[in-house]
């Protein structure tokens, strides 16, 4: 099992492998699925894409009502 996940070799050989294949886009085999890490990074991405989408828009309509109540700060009044 170390020899076949590359365990064996010494740790600086062991991150200059998983860097080149890293930059080669070769990120492995996932070992809770069995498929490739970058198929399942990908698949990951869509989520977070959507996520970050939605932050951004709630954030854009607060910060704007923000701008707004301090651009019209102390015009209405509570006197009837």
């Known amino acids: 099992m170390r020899k076949a996940y590359g365990f064996d070799r010494p740790l600086p050989v062991q991150f200059g492998l998983w860097a080149w294949k890293a930059v080669h886009g070769d990120l492995g085999t996932s070992i809770a699925t069995g498929r490739s890490v970058a198929e399942e990074v990908i698949r990951a991405v869509g ?34």
């Open 47 to 80: 989520n977070t894409v959507m996520l970050a989408v939605f932050a951004a828009l709630i954030g854009f309509v607060l910060g704007s009502c923000s701008l707004l109540a301090g651009y019209f700060r102390d015009t209405w009044s509570t006197d009837w």
